[in-house]
C-alpha cells in the first residue's frame, strides 16, 4: 500500500526558510523510474507544480520560484526533502508531495498536505 | 512553460446529467494529460491519466478524450459524490504545469 505524510514548519515569518519532509512508504525511491514531486496549493486557488526528484537524483525545479528551492531525498529512510528559501506571505499554502511512478507517468498517490502560512 | 487553460471555472448540473470539463494546453502534449477530483479538505484523486485511460477503482461513468490539443473529462449520471473541483494536468515537460481548476456542484 502506496502512502505519502508530509511535515514541516507549520507557521512561518517572512524570509524564513521552509523545510518541508514528505515520508512514504509502498514504494522506494531507488527503483528506476520512480519520482518524487512537491505541489502546492494557496487556499481556494489552484494547484502549482515546485519540484520533483528522481531515483537517479535527477531533479525538475519550476523556474517562477527561480531559485528559492531545494529538493532532497534520503532513500534509506524513504523521504523526500524540499526547502524554500526567503519565503513571503505569498508561500502560504497547502503543500503536498505525491508520486510517479514512472518519470513519463502521471501523480498517482498523494499525500493529504501541510498547511504552512507565512505571516509577520 | 505549456499553459493549460481549462474551462468552465465553474458548472452546476443536476442529478443523472452529463457534463464536460474541457482542457487546452498551448503546445503539444500527446497523451501526457491527466484529471483529478478534489473534494474540500483533501488531496486530489487520479481519475484519469494518458488522456483516456480510467484509473483502477475509478467508476466507468468517467471518460477522457483528446482531440489535437484540446482534451475533455465528460461525467455521465452525474450523482452528489461526483461534486467537487476538478483539475487538468500536463506531464509531457517541465516545469509540470495544472489547469486553472473547475468547480462542479451538484444542484
Known amino acids: 500500500q502506496v502512502t505519502l505524510k508530509e511535515s514541516g514548519t507549520g507557521i512561518l515569518q517572512p524570509s524564513q526558510a521552509l523545510s518541508l519532509t514528505c515520508s512514504f512508504s509502498?514504494?522506494?525511491?531507488?527503483?528506476?523510474?520512480?519520482?518524487v514531486s512537491w505541489i502546492r496549493q494557496p487556499s481556494g486557488k489552484g494547484l502549482e507544480w515546485l519540484a520533483d526528484i528522481c531515483w537517479d537524483d535527477g531533479k525538475g525545479y519550476n523556474p517562477s520560484l527561480k531559485n528559492r528551492l531545494s529538493i532532497s531525498k534520503d532513500t534509506s529512510n524513504n523521504q523526500a526533502f524540499l526547502k524554500i528559501t526567503s519565503v513571503d506571505t505569498a508561500d502560504t499554502a497547502t503543500y503536498y508531495c505525491?508520486?510517479?511512478?514512472?518519470?513519463?507517468?502521471?501523480?498517482?498517490?498523494w499525500g493529504q498536505g501541510v498547511m504552512v502560512t507565512v505571516s509577520s | 512553460d505549456i499553459q493549460m487553460t481549462q474551462s468552465p471555472s465553474s458548472m452546476s448540473a443536476s442529478l443523472g446529467d452529463t457534463v464536460t470539463i474541457n482542457c487546452l494546453a498551448s503546445q503539444d502534449i500527446g497523451n501526457y494529460l491527466s484529471w483529478y477530483q478534489q473534494k474540500p479538505g483533501k488531496s486530489p484523486k487520479l481519475m484519469i491519466y494518458?488522456?483516456?485511460n480510467l484509473e483502477d477503482g475509478v467508476p466507468s461513468r468517467f471518460s477522457g478524450s483528446r482531440s489535437g490539443s484540446d482534451y475533455s473529462l465528460t461525467i455521465n449520471s452525474l450523482g452528489y459524490d461526483d461534486e467537487g473541483i476538478y483539475h487538468c494536468h500536463q506531464y509531457y515537460e517541465y516545469p509540470l504545469t495544472f489547469g486553472s481548476g473547475t468547480k462542479l456542484e451538484i444542484k
Open positions: 494518458g488522456a483516456t
Open positions: 509502498g514504494f522506494s525511491l531507488s527503483t528506476t523510474g520512480i519520482c
Open positions: 505525491a508520486r510517479r511512478p514512472f518519470i513519463t507517468t502521471t501523480l498517482d498517490y
